[in-house]
């Protein structure tokens, strides 16, 4: 059974449909791809499978469940975890907090034993600290552990998002253009943490531009434009379908397969 | 925050509680450090409401207003001794924040400003006009708590504002420790996050609307209590503890000390309960030099006053 199971996925703001009918899905282990051109309703469709936009039409499933349109952090709970393409990292707080943030659901207990810092959240609060210290020496941060996050490099808040998502333990990742402002040994290391966590059973919904990076990673891929699926498969099939190509080239007046779509 | 850090605030804390009557000139200064006590613990509270979860209130002082006429109305009509309605304010501020909290705080900025606004002048003016009750505008009083009286007849015998200084002081303690705790745990990292990226903390499994409303019932308990000794130790309470004019105190007291740090709040509320008494030689000039001292602390240390002034230090020593 897939893990992400999402079924004719549609949103329009205004009378514009930003994606519409829209389904594919993703299986434990998998790395997929969502590309296509700028605007073409690749974060869109992150934000409502994420649960952070309400669907217009379509269902989203996870692990079989019906998950549709329900809030992010019961989808956390889930196991669904996500990076944002324009950074949303807690600025104010250290590194390391950011990161602990992220274990919010397996350190979280009642009130008064964060007020009167019981011993039980002072447990849990240390096995995530320490979990956190080996998120932040994978992604190479661990010796900015106590700065102020918003202190960071681009490239190093684009891998403290990672970490901090990496930190629910997610049974499926969204990652939504990790790559983006990297150099390419940035851009290398990201490849082989992805190819890594993949390894380790994880789903990877991936939404990159840096098309390298997509055809050597993915195991399949979903290509969309003007928010509708145009193709899908694996990378070969995909980098020689005509449509595709049309999409990132621009479409001669003799090819409206698509134009009107 | 580690938690090296804060045992270093509060011993700070405790140190300045401590030390700073050796340098008390009269009997008259006991009162004034246990109204910046009083003070700071609403503040301490505001700092978990605006500094760590980034939400705003206009409205504290109706908090302060419950739990100041709790001490003076359940001794009276419900026999409860005053300690007791110190607990019970605190309970009734506790549901209220979160009953008015659940609706409110899902605005955003200027929208809760005036949200809370509302709520504050609702309990001002609910405690002006039921006279039967409260008394109206002059006020009534309030029952003595009883245990000056108890430790004068184990033999330690204190004046009224010794016994409240130390009171106060050990409340204040408290409520930084809980603060402080609250800072570096779970809760306080949820409220955090949320304060940063609502959408990310979300994603990360914080239970948003939730941690708002924590936030706000844990700060109006702290509100309430501060509205409790205040009553206790005036023996006599008005109306003006819920004003809209003591909720701007409050926050503007957050605001200037810094209102990310439980030391900083501490620190404004000392300020801005000293510096009227300070000013006082500038006679009629004294609220405009007093607002011109805080229109000139938010431009060149807008942090607030405490964390600016470490910075500075903290850089020098680089």
């Known amino acids: 059974m897939s893990l992400l199971d999402v079924q004719g996925l549609g949103i329009s703001f205004g009378g514009l449909k930003a994606v519409n009918d829209v389904s594919f899905k993703v299986s434990p282990g998998e790395i997929v791809s969502v590309i296509g051109p700028n605007g073409a309703g690749k974060t869109t469709l992150f934000n409502m ?24 952090n019961r989808l956390a709970e889930m196991g669904l975890s996500r990076t944002f393409q324009n950074l949303q990292i807690f ?27 019981l011993p039980g959240m002072r447990r849990r609060a240390a096995e995530a600290r320490e979990g956190a210290r080996r998120l932040l020496e994978r992604v190479r941060l661990d ?20 970490a901090r998502a990496l930190a629910l333990n997610p049974k499926i990742l969204l990652l939504d253009e990790p790559a983006a402002g990297c150099n390419a040994v940035e851009t290398e290391e990201i490849d082989h943490l992805i190819a890594e966590l993949a390894a380790s059973g994880i789903a990877i919904l991936l939404v990159e531009h840096d ?51 | 925050m580690t938690g090296r850090n804060k045992w270093i605030s509060l011993g700070v ?92 705080l899902r605005l955003k900025g200027y929208y809760l400003a005036v949200a809370t606004l509302g709520f504050g002048i609702l309990v001002s003016m609910v405690l002006t006009n039921e006279r039967a009750l409260t008394g109206g505008p002059d006020g009534m009083n309030v029952a003595d708590l009883g245990l000056r009286g108890l430790l004068r007849d184990m033999g330690w015998r204190l004046s009224g504002g010794e016994f409240w200084y130390m009171i106060c002081g050990v409340v204040l303690l408290v409520g930084a420790w809980l603060a402080l705790n609250l800072f570096d745990s779970p809760s306080g990292r949820a409220m955090r996050a ?59 007291m ?25 000013l006082t030689v500038f006679a009629e000039y004294e609220q405009l030099v007093l607002g011109l001292v805080m229109v000139l602390v938010m431009i060149f240390l807008p942090q607030g006053l405490l964390p600016s002034i470490a910075r500075r230090l903290k850089g020098r020593d680089e």
């Not at chain 2, 501490?266 to 309960?273: E, K, N, Q």
């Open chain 1, 143 to 162: 010796k900015a552990a106590e700065q102020v996050a918003g202190n960071l490099s681009y490239g190093a808040l684009k891998r403290l998002e990672i």
């Open chain 1, 49 to 72: 499978i994420s649960g952070v936009y309400q669907p217009g039409r379509g269902s989203v499933s996870l692990s079989g469940t019906e998950v549709t349109g329900v809030a992010p």
């Open chain 1, 211 to 261: 098309m390298k990076l997509v055809m050597r990673i993915s195991n399949h891929i979903v290509v969309l434009d003007h928010g509708e699926k145009i193709a899908e498969g694996d990378p070969a099939t995909v980098s020689r379908d005509p449509a595709v190509i049309a999409a990132y080239l621009g479409t001669e007046e003799e090819e409206p397969a698509h134009a009107d779509g």
């Open chain 1, 91 to 117: 600025q104010e707080m250290t590194v390391l907090d950011n990161v602990l943030a992220g274990y919010h659901l397996s350190e979280r207990g009642s009130v008064w034993a964060d007020l009167l810092s």
């Open chain 2, 254 to 278: 957050a605001v200037l000390g810094g209102v990310g740090s439980v030391l900083g709040a501490t620190f404004g509320a000392a300020i801005l309960t000293l510096l009227p008494q300070v």
């Open chain 2, 194 to 252: 949320l304060h940063g990226s609502e959408v990310a903390a979300s994603t990360v499994g914080v239970d948003v609307p939730r941690q708002k409303l924590r936030a706000f019932v844990i700060s109006a308990v702290y509100a309430s209590v501060a509205g409790s000794l205040l009553a206790l130790q005036n023996g006599y309470i008005t109306p003006d503890v819920a004003g809209f004019m003591h909720s701007v105190e409050m926050v503007t």
């Open chain 2, 13 to 104: 804390l405790a140190l300045l509680i401590a030390l700073l009557p050796l340098f008390f000139p009269s009997g008259y200064y006991y009162r004034v450090g246990a109204l910046i006590f009083v003070n700071a613990l609403s503040v301490v509270g505001l700092v978990i409401l605006i500094g760590y979860a980034g939400q705003i209130s206009l409205g504290h002082a109706g908090f302060a207003g419950i739990g100041a006429y709790a001490c003076a109305l359940a001794p009276e009509h419900l026999g409860l001794h005053p300690a007791l309605a110190v607990l019970l304010g605190a309970v009734v501020s506790g549901v209220m924040a979160a009953l008015i909290g659940k609706p409110i």
